[in-house]
């Protein structure tokens, strides 16, 4: 009797191992299978994220774009092209003076800022020596352009009706760095939501002369990329 009770109390405490062993086993694979879903959901949140963030660059460079293409009608047909960049001559689509525009999410878009981080790299006023200033990005030294403010406006104003946008685009000229006249500086930006900002510059020319403006041969593009 007293062995078939020494022989159970082994059989017990045996049991009792395995049971806390296979709690122990239990508790880790959870924490296995818990750490492998939060690395998944992480994934496919950084996925969306990515997605999102490529999605609305594209949509600022189609807008852009859009701004060119609407601009580049009145670039085309104006037959002085220092009047552009002397700030006398303006587009047609211009929805106001210049100042601030608020889009749909709150953000403001002050126009004199980004003017001067066009020329400048900073929001405050730039000054002779700033727009001066050799960079990579303005590699002329005294030739850079003096970025003039050209056209602006929403996106959906382009075309009222047929386009449901929160872009908020802007046109600027500048001089070419020789100073052709018949050379042209675009430089245009595209404010979206959650601070999307897209830049897009261009060189555009005519012949040598403004022969092409009278003979209706609309201006040659000489280079385009995106600023990043």
């Not at 496919?44 to 990515?50: E, L, P």
């Not at 070419?176 to 979206?192: D, K, N, Q, S, V």
Request: with cysteine; proline share 4%; glycine share 8%.
């Amino acid at each position: 009797m007293i062995g078939c009770v020494a022989v159970d109390a082994v059989r017990v405490r045996r049991l009792t191992h395995d049971a806390g062993a296979a709690i122990v086993m239990v508790v880790m694979a959870i924490g296995l299978v818990a750490a492998l879903s939060v690395s998944l959901l992480l994934t496919a949140s950084s996925d969306v994220m990515v997605a999102a963030a490529f999605r609305s660059q594209r949509a600022g460079l189609y807008a852009a774009d859009a701004m060119i293409e609407r601009a580049m009608i009145e670039i085309a047909a104006a037959p002085d092209w220092t009047a552009l960049t002397a700030g006398t001559a303006q587009s047609s689509f211009v929805d106001g003076p210049p100042g601030v525009r608020t889009l749909d999410d709150g953000t403001a878009i002050d126009l004199a800022e980004a003017i001067n981080m066009a020329g400048c790299h900073k929001k405050t006023a730039c000054t002779a020596a700033d727009l001066h200033a050799v960079s990579a990005e303005r590699p002329w030294g005294a030739n850079n352009p003096d970025w003039r403010l050209y056209a602006r406006g929403w996106l959906r104003d382009m075309l009222p009706g047929e386009i449901e946008s929160s872009w908020y685009v802007v046109l600027m000229v500048g001089e070419h760095p020789l100073h052709i006249g018949t050379a042209l500086l675009i430089r245009a930006e595209a404010f979206g939501l959650r601070s999307a900002h897209t830049v897009v510059e261009l060189e555009t020319a005519r012949g040598g002369d403004d022969s092409d403006y009278n003979d209706g041969i609309p201006p040659r593009l000489l280079s385009w990329r995106e600023v990043r």
